[in-house]
């Protein structure tokens, strides 16, 4: 609901997608899903790039609903951690170049799960990505 999104810390993992081939570690490629999903996206025209914003996964903070915001560092839990490998894995048939998230680890966890299906993309870490 909207009142649990307003509870909630709003630290973003951020990753810009381009139109540069996908690299992911798995030799066998994405997922069925993951390609479903980048199979639903409407092609973009020459010359522009795709920004996906994605919310780090859960904390126990959140499960309480606790606001988090950037002066504590609270890390996923177990439920953030399956999280971030879901969405990791449903973003991995994307042409996915740089992976950027603030320090905090609940954001940095998520980006770093998105950036191991993606380990050629630049991988970014910046206070200044904490509250966007």
């Not at 009142?3 to 996908?22: G, W």
């Not at 092609?43 to 903070?61: A, E, K, Q, V």
Request: aromatic share 6%; with cysteine.
């Amino acid at each position: 609901s909207s009142n649990d999104r307003k509870s909630m810390s709003i630290s973003k993992v951020i990753t810009c997608c381009t139109s540069a081939p996908s690299t992911t570690l798995d030799p066998e490629g994405p997922t069925e899903r993951a390609q479903r999903f980048s199979a639903s996206l409407p092609d973009l025209s020459p010359n522009f790039r795709r920004l996906y914003i994605l919310r780090h996964g859960m904390t126990d903070w959140n499960k309480r609903g606790f606001v988090q915001g950037s002066s504590f560092d609270i890390p996923l839990n177990d439920e953030g951690r399956s999280q971030a490998r879901y969405a990791a894995e449903e973003l991995s048939a994307l042409p996915i170049t740089c992976v950027a998230s603030s320090h905090l680890s609940r954001a940095s966890k998520t980006a770093d799960e998105v950036h191991s299906f993606h380990p050629l993309a630049t991988r970014l870490t910046s206070k200044g990505f904490v509250e966007i």
